[in-house]
């Protein structure tokens, strides 16, 4: 069992796996509702026509989540965790196909919601499980788990699995995010964190003609926003040991993203060693002749892993207080760690890099994503190292006229078949 043979059934395998993108895509898996049963039904026939062992788990009967069995005769088990779960589609005129007709073009280009963000990686998944399963008794045992939502923190899914005791293995390759295709090559070391802040305001209601009366409390957060964005400027603690990973993630993000502006270059330099803080959602007021006596805001605040969590907990609400302004509080929800991350010079990480090198011919880059994946939960709960590897474009997720190439499903059939095979340990 080789690689080569591993890129040889790939290689054949191009309609295989764009056509079955393209079906995933067409069940509509959508939050809020985010109903898999549907689509876990249509993976279970492909595993059972194929003769692949597979169970299904659901905490949720209409969300249930589906893992493919490979037997190996070593004591190791890898892992692949991929989710089925998809943002709303958003408005139709923002398509140029159907959000959910899995389209595939005559160059190469499968259309629709999750196509990219993952069905496209889910598909490449499936068919890893059937060249693999077709080899016959393997070194390592692997399991391909197909998740529901990840896209809301993992509620029935990963989160569920892993705190359950379901997921056990030695090593997860997470199929979420960007892998940077044949160009750049990338795996991603670990996801950033958050402190994510409301900040409530409490006021005095009056009536609109005499707002004199009252304490507008909309007015008061409007004040107090700029004062928490400052935490932008607080420089983060860092392991030394991500300073390379940290260099080589903005070096791709600058070189994938469509960097305009020398602020938006700015800002990307200061990625990792700093917070980024993104204001978000703001409610307040009844009507429009009430003073309101309430608002609040809710700022997404992200960190770098490996950072200290509750030391810019501290500067948040220190920075709440410098403000001066009466009647507003800050609730922070901060942890003692921040995402997760994993060691660049481990075996796992060197025996991937490995494979996606032989995929591509290129040596990847070690980078960390700026959002988050399942990979958070499952090292939470379960201290199974991830890694991540995605057949995703940049730009695509969660955007309308999403797609994915069938040129990058293939190499992600590569990796996910061939990572198995090279594992020792």
């Known amino acids: 069992m080789s690689f080569k043979k591993v890129k040889t059934e790939a290689e054949k395998a191009q309609d295989e796996v764009a056509d079955l993108c393209s079906r995933l895509v067409q069940f509509n898996s959508a939050h809020p509702e985010g109903r898999t049963d549907e689509c876990v039904q249509f993976i279970k026939d492909y595993f059972e026509e194929h003769g692949i062992e597979n169970d299904v788990h659901a905490n949720n009967p209409v969300k249930p989540n589906i893992v493919a069995k490979l037997k190996g005769s070593s004591g190791r088990k890898v892992l692949w965790v991929g989710h089925l779960d998809v943002v709303p589609e958003g408005k139709p005129e923002g398509w140029t196909y159907p959000a959910y007709s899995g389209k595939i073009t005559d160059d190469g280009l499968i259309y629709g919601r999750g196509a990219s963000d993952m069905k496209g990686a889910c598909a490449a998944a499936m068919v890893s499980a059937r060249i693999l399963n077709e080899f016959g008794l393997l070194d390592n045992n692997v399991e391909f788990w197909f998740t529901v939502d990840e896209e809301i923190g993992g509620v029935d899914g990963a989160r569920w699995l892993a705190e359950s005791g379901r997921l056990k293995g030695d090593v997860c390759v997470i199929g979420d995010g960007n892998g940077g295709g044949r160009e750049l090559p990338s795996i991603d070391l670990g996801c950033k964190g958050g402190a994510g802040t409301k900040l409530i305001s409490r006021g005095k209601t009056a009536h609109g003609s005499t707002p004199y009366l009252g304490d507008n409390a909309i ?23 991500l300073e390379g990973p940290i260099a080589s993630s903005i070096d791709f993000y600058m070189r994938t993203q469509k960097i305009e502006t020398q602020e938006q270059k700015e800002a990307v330099k200061r990625l990792f060693h700093y917070p980024t803080v993104a204001c978000n959602i703001i409610n307040g007021g009844v009507k429009t002749n009430v003073v309101p006596d309430y608002a609040e805001a809710q700022l997404d605040i992200r960190l770098t892993p490996g950072s200290k969590p509750q030391k810019v907990k501290e500067r948040i609400e220190e920075l709440v207080k410098e403000a001066g302004v009466p009647g507003v509080e800050a609730i922070v929800r901060a942890g003692e760690t921040a995402g997760y991350h994993e060691s660049p010079d481990s075996p796992f990480a060197n025996q991937l890099a490995e494979t996606l090198e032989k995929a591509t011919g290129k040596k990847p880059v070690f980078k960390i994503l700026t959002g988050g994946t399942d990979a958070v939960s499952i090292k939470q709960f379960t201290g199974i190292p991830c890694l991540g590897y995605g057949t995703s474009l ?27 095979l090279a594992y020792e340990g």
């Open 219 to 241: 007015r008061k957060l409007i004040e107090v926003i700029p004062w928490v964005e400052k935490i932008k400027n607080y420089r983060l603690e860092l392991p030394k040991e």
């Open 394 to 420: 940049t730009g695509m997720a969660h955007q309308p006229d999403e797609y994915v190439t069938v040129e990058n499903l293939v190499l992600g059939i590569k990796v996910y078949a061939g990572f198995p």
